[in-house]
Nanobody, 124 residues
């Protein structure tokens, strides 16, 4: 059974940094586009970042460009999200997702597997 397990969330002050990680199991990791999404209280879940199967291509939501970096290690079956210059509006539950396919996607309904999420809280 495919599992995606996020870690690294927590409480940080505005301007601080966090690094989220997602460990995948029971899938051929290098066959999957990986993405990060987030859901703030009272809001819809939204796209944050995605990375191609090889790691050579990435995509970011405009709200996080220049502050967040997605990366992956296919040897370790992990994908990470380095988050810098965090702001209170980044507070959300962050989800890792896996998409079977060739192309990056910002659409959550195109992702096949999801983690349980990790809470990120940024205080002002």
């Amino acid at each position: 059974q495919v599992q995606l397990v996020e870690s690294g969330g927590g409480l940080v002050h505005s301007g601080g940094s966090l690094r989220l990680s997602c460990a995948a199991s029971d899938l051929i990791f290098s066959n999957y586009v990986m993405g990060w999404f987030r859901q703030a209280p009272g809001k819809e879940r939204e796209f944050v970042a995605a990375i191609s199967r090889s790691g050579g291509s990435t995509d970011y939501a405009d709200s996080v460009k220049g502050r967040f970096t997605i990366s992956r290690d296919n040897a370790k079956n992990t994908v990470s999200l380095q988050m810098n210059s965090l702001q209170p509006e980044d507070t959300a539950v962050y989800y890792c997702a896996a998409r079977r396919g060739l192309f990056l996607s910002t659409q959550q309904n195109e992702y096949n597997y999801w983690g349980q999420g990790t809470q990120v809280t940024v205080s002002s």
